[in-house]
């Protein structure tokens, strides 16, 4: 990376119905590569069609998608930017209305009409994650970020309440993180020797015990397997909600831990040159940015200008937003953001 800031990748509604890529998806990405952005990530993009969460959402399990792929990481390479595809299935936050049938999840789910995968068709969506890594290395992407956080189905595997398997991939912590290993370990071994292969994590929430999260960064930084953590904090400097590791913030729990050759960014309310600066004080790697990169597609170029820079005050207006190069349907997304759209 050209520097230390990477373009979250964040949900914007912004790709054609079939999952291909769109001219509005296209022109937000390139205008934070050629901006300055170390890396530049997609929103996470459907390794199979069950697993769509969001009307407009990328998609990466099909060889359709490939043309719209190979012209952006093109685009985004010329830019001088390093690119990745994150990759992920929604799980039971699938929207039936958008897939056709029941959500499918980690175990079945009667009130929220959900039905639990077998052990074959986990073992399916271990292929589908990495067919999707393969799909990304021939589209000319530097690497992939597996998308394990915010309640999506690698996530509910790791929560301790709502994964009640008593197959291979439940009960223990092992089990249950059991999938991501096995993801990543195929595409470790079927993808080429420099591509690069990311995980994003929630450290709470979602079901998640905050030591056990702790212990998985651990062990993946020590594993070979993965080339950098995305730790998605929402709020980096809070504490977190565990009352066993009250009195420090989220974000000092991992960067204190021996990583290897394993980078560690972090995400969550990074919208100023005096917070991302911060957070590499403390010891992140890298930090990834989002509110801050919807509000100014030049983000990195202003803060290298002036180190103190803030992003500006909530809320903008519409004509701000398709200034910074967000389409229609992008806007409309961030004006269901309470407080972030002013019109």
């Known amino acids: 990376m050209r520097n230390r800031l990477a373009l979250a990748p964040l949900t914007n509604l912004q790709s054609n119905d079939d999952g291909t890529l769109s001219a509005d998806e296209l022109t937000f990405l390139r205008l934070r590569a050629e901006s300055g952005f170390g890396m530049v990530m997609t929103c996470g993009a459907t390794v199979h069609p069950l697993g769509k969460g969001y009307p407009r959402q990328l998609g990466i399990h099909s060889d359709i998608h490939l043309p719209g792929l190979e012209q952006l990481a093109a685009i985004l390479r010329r830019a001088g930017a390093l690119s990745a595809v994150q990759i992920m299935h929604s799980g039971w936050r699938s929207k039936r209305e958008l897939i056709g049938q029941d959500p499918v999840g980690v175990c079945d789910d009667t009130d929220a009409g959900v039905r639990g995968l077998s052990t074959g068709e986990v073992q399916q969506v271990v292929e589908d994650f990495i067919l999707a890594g393969l799909r990304a290395e021939a589209a000319g992407f530097d690497g992939v970020e597996v998308h394990g956080a915010h309640g999506y189905l690698l996530c509910e595997f790791l929560d301790t309440q709502r994964n009640r398997r008593t197959d291979c991939y439940g009960g223990s912590a092992e089990g249950r993180a059991r999938i991501i290993w096995e993801i990543l370990s195929g595409l470790r071994a079927r993808c080429r020797p420099d591509f690069q292969i990311g995980v994003r ?103 290298s200008a002036n180190p103190s820079f803030t992003s500006v005050s909530l809320p903008v207006s519409r004509a701000h937003l398709h200034a910074e190069g967000l389409g229609e349907h992008f806007i409309d997304y961030m004006a269901t953001w309470e407080g972030f759209v002013a019109d």
């Open 201 to 303: 994590l929630s450290p709470e929430r979602y079901g998640i015990d905050f030591g056990e999260a702790r212990s998985l960064v651990h062990e993946l930084m020590h594993s070979g397997m993965a080339d950098y953590i995305d730790l998605s904090c929402w709020d980096t400097f809070k504490e977190p909600e565990d009352a066993r590791f009250k009195g420090r913030a989220i974000m000092d729990w991992f960067t204190e831990l021996p990583r290897g050759n394993t980078r560690l960014g972090v995400a969550g309310k990074l919208t100023s040159g005096p917070s991302v600066v911060e957070c590499l004080r403390r010891g992140a790697d890298f930090v990834l940015i989002g509110r801050g990169a919807i509000l100014h597609h030049d983000f990195p170029r202003r803060l």
